[in-house]
């Protein structure tokens, strides 16, 4: 969790844009405040598997394992239990 001290030492942090890859100044925080707010009502895969590539390249594979089981949910258009997925995901976070 060192770059998480790092931002409460008041670090600059890039705003969190889904797809972005590792660097000094991730914002982890951001990247996890969008998992845990995601609508699967409304939700664009392609959007969420850019942040599922994000959490990867950061080394967040628990939680990008979580969003992936959301984005399967999507693409195979069972809304029930990509929320369930999404509830899931939160709970890990």
Sequence with gaps: ??????????F???KF?????WSNNFDYK???????NIDVATADVEELQKVYDS???????TEASALDMVIDALKDG?????????DALVKKL
């Design 78 to 86: 069972d809304m029930e239990e990509a929320q369930r997925m999404q």
């Design 17 to 21: 844009v889904p797809g972005q890859g």
């Design 30 to 36: 951001g990247m996890i405040d969008y998992m845990k």
């Design 12 to 14: 600059v942090t890039e």
């Design 55 to 61: 959490a990867e390249d950061v080394n967040y594979h």
């Design 1 to 10: 969790m060192i770059k998480l001290a790092g931002i409460a030492r008041g």
